[in-house]
């Protein structure tokens, strides 16, 4: 066990089970009952650390895929994944039993992936996922004309944290508006002016129509 309570390995990194291409196993974090999630929020918030562990292993690749589209790379993505677990263990006493708790993670992931975008903001590419469900390009862009992965992913590197994040929260992720201020912890008309400024960035860098 780790200092936080949370199972790790030698090297005090939180374990993923990895499959042969080094993304995480896919696991059916989606299907489980919503009162199973609860009881073990509950045990492990009265430190029973195996109840914990088994969140990780429940949601852990849900939390790998989102902050893989955010950060475009595997190492990072491990870096906030495991951030947020252990964000996560040390803020259970915080969790509003009324949110779902998957929500609650995947809301601390987008604040761990924008702080790490922010403290790498000088690199100039960032790539988007390519081994995550396949995004048509169009899609992806958010009405800009059809770009290849290749183009978009340049492109992407040029549009500050926020805005990027924002952007793939709202057009490779697919989440509503309301849905990706509730994970940003901003307003919607945050959001809008967000996405606004990714697709105008977008457009100047690679040309194309946006819609609203």
């Known amino acids: 066990m780790g200092s936080a309570g949370v199972a790790t390995r030698d090297d005090g990194q939180v374990p993923m089970a990895a499959a042969p291409d080094g993304e995480p196993a896919k696991r059916p974090d989606e299907h489980h009952k919503p009162d199973d999630v609860t009881e073990l929020v509950g045990r492990a918030a009265s430190g029973q650390r195996d109840a914990f562990a088994e969140l990780c292993v429940r949601f852990e690749r849900s939390v790998f895929l989102l902050a893989y589209r955010l950060v475009g790379n595997e190492a990072d ?5 495991q951030n947020t677990l252990l964000r996560g263990y040390k803020g259970l006493s915080t969790y509003d039993g009324e949110r779902p708790f998957r929500a609650w993670l995947l ?26 469900d396949p995004t048509t390009a169009h899609t992806a862009t958010g009405g800009l004309t059809t770009l290849t992965r290749a183009e978009l992913t340049d492109a992407l590197g040029h549009v500050p944290a926020d805005q990027r994040t924002a952007f793939v929260l709202r057009y ?35 040309g194309g129509e946006a819609r609203d």
């Open 77 to 81: 993505a491990m870096d906030v994944v």
């Open 107 to 132: 809301a601390i992931a987008v604040n761990e992936a924008r702080r790490l975008l922010r403290r790498r903001s000088s690199r100039r590419t960032i790539g988007l996922d390519e081994a995550a």
């Open 172 to 206: 490779v992720e697919s989440h509503t508006p309301g849905e990706v201020a509730e994970l940003m912890d901003v307003s919607e008309r945050t959001v809008r002016r967000l996405c606004q400024a990714a697709r105008a960035r977008l457009r100047t860098l690679l």
